[in-house]
């Protein structure tokens, strides 16, 4: 494998596809275009789409005001590389053999982006990818990060398996790669473009133009934001706390290491400069007179984290909007299916935490919003329980592609129309299933099934514990009634379904698992 460092090209080298520079593509409903911006640990809750009155995200409300807002979509496994290889699928990680991050996941199975190829689209993905291996089956052309990536001057590789290291924040360069991919791509052909963003993902580096973006803000606690975790012991266990497991230096920049720390040394001297001025000479320096301790301290990092988090999806909601005006310019906009997601939720100080993992709903939950001119009407909202195995079942039905019965999800199509929705027979319960333990963050494994009013969960590995959750009475998830006297026929009745949810997605390992600990 090459590695290059140059200056940054957009001229991109397409090899093995032909570009036909033909006029724009008239509307066509049974081929629309399809376009994915898929980010990395954005919090639903950290979108003004979902709720959020602070922080305004003014691109992703776009997408949702012009198409539709899913309310209740959740994932199945609630960590990066699992989530990416769910979407791909459309199976659960014990079918796609991805459960863990840093793994290599096998492109020679199934993946739908294969079938659209052979429905005619030319396919990419740009960005962020985090698979382990590079998507030669399925994709036309790609230019993703090594890994996870890096916030400044990151290194791409090419889908001739050159490393190729770019100036600039990351958040742009994938914008303006995906922009020069969509000016020379075969317009004679409809596409389908994953653009695969770093941001939202830990530590958290603003682009230089946002640095101290939200500074004004005093950002108001959560409820549980001091949880004790009572009656809860996974919770208890965990190493996801603001206060005890996120760093000063490395995450929230007080004093950092721009010499020896990974983070910081690729950057420019003027990049640097910009860098130190903000984090050393004023938030460090404020720190170190602050002489915080105890909860001050704790709320003092909770202050920061939110304030370097948001100032990171500022940019990413402002690349959003450049590809909005993009499609819009270049008369893309009416047969162009345009999706923004995450790949699950995160905690913005909930419980106490950061990360994801738990079926708890901030990790449960994550946002996705779909707009399809002609077909979705605007402002529509959708109630029902949509899942990440539902995605690629989706994606193929807009393109009007078979979908293969080996895929776990079902289409959700036919909810996006408003008028006829509610009378559609849907799930009304969703089966989840966590695995990565002890490393990072010492979550333990767990299974469980959420339906409209209740969630039940069991941790094993290390533990055998099960939580209840009345989720009318408690939405934050704080009160375990597992063994409340009264609750018996409730949890019978939910570990009934949660079998016959093991069943139909074919979760042996867990089911040997019930039937061991619940005969």
């Known amino acids: ?120 689209y030319q396919t990419a993905w740009i960005g962020k990818l985090h698979l382990g291996n590079l998507p030669y089956n399925g994709f036309n052309y790609f230019n993703v990060l090594p890994g996870q990536g890096v916030y400044y001057n990151p290194d791409f590789i090419n889908y001739k398996n050159d490393t190729i290291r770019y100036p600039g924040y990351v958040t742009d360069i994938i914008t303006d790669f995906s922009v020069d991919w969509l000016d020379k791509r075969d317009t004679s052909k409809p596409f389908f473009l994953v653009v695969g963003e770093k941001a939202t993902h830990r530590e958290w580096l603003p682009s230089l133009e946002d640095l101290g973006a939200y500074d004004s803000i005093n950002f108001p606690l959560p409820e549980t ?125 909930e419980h106490g935490w950061f990360d994801k993992r738990f079926m708890y709903e901030e990790s449960l939950r994550s946002a996705f919003v779909i707009r399809y001119p002609g077909v979705i009407k605007p402002g529509t909202v959708v109630p029902q329980f949509v899942s990440n195995i539902d995605w690629a079942p989706t994606l193929l039905d807009i393109a009007h592609a078979k979908i293969p019965a080996a895929i776990q999800g079902v289409s959700f199509l036919k909810l996006l129309n408003a008028k006829k929705s509610i009378a559609i027979p849907w799930r009304n319960e969703v089966y989840y299933h966590y695995y990565e333990f002890p490393e990072p963050h010492h979550v333990h494994p767990h299974f469980g099934i959420r339906t409209e009013k209740y969630k039940l969960i069991y941790f094993y590995e290390g533990m055998s514990w099960w939580e209840l959750y009345d989720l009318t009475k408690d939405p934050h998830e704080i009160h375990n009634i597992y063994n409340k006297k009264g609750n018996e026929k409730i949890i019978a009745g939910l570990k009934t379904e949660l079998k016959k949810l093991m069943i139909q997605y074919k979760d042996d390992e867990a089911l040997k698992m019930l039937e061991k600990i619940n005969p």
């Open 225 to 349: 934001f001091y949880d004790n975790y009572d009656n809860r012991l996974a919770a208890k266990d965990q190493d996801m706390t603001i206060d005890k497991t996120m760093r000063l230096q490395q995450d929230l920049k007080v004093h950092a290491d721009y010499d020896k720390d990974d983070i910081y040394n690729r950057f420019t001297p003027e990049q640097r400069k910009v860098f130190a001025d903000y984090y050393e000479n004023k938030i460090s320096k404020e720190f170190d007179e602050k002489k915080l301790s105890g909860k001050e301290l704790v709320r003092w990092k909770y202050e920061r984290y939110l304030k370097d988090y948001y100032a990171t999806a500022k940019s990413l909601d402002r690349n959003i909007g450049k590809i909005l005006d993009y499609l819009d310019k270049n008369g893309l906009e009416k047969n162009t299916v345009v999706i923004y997601a995450s790949d699950q939720g995160f905690y913005l100080g």
């Open 1 to 120: 494998m090459k590695k290059i460092t140059k200056k940054i090209s957009f001229t991109l080298l397409l090899g093995y596809f032909p570009v036909l520079l033909f006029a724009q593509q008239s509307i066509n409903h049974e081929h629309p275009n399809i376009l994915i911006i898929f980010s990395d640990d954005h919090a639903y809750q950290a979108t003004s789409a979902y709720g959020n009155k602070i922080i305004l995200t003014p691109n992703i409300d776009r997408i949702a005001k012009e198409g539709a807002l899913l309310i209740n979509n959740f994932v199945t496994n609630s960590i990066c590389g699992p989530s990416r290889a769910t979407l791909l699928t459309g199976k659960y990680s014990h079918l796609n053999g991805y459960k863990f991050n840093e793994r290599k996941f096998d492109f020679n199975q199934q993946v739908f982006p294969a079938l659209l190829q052979q429905s005619g």
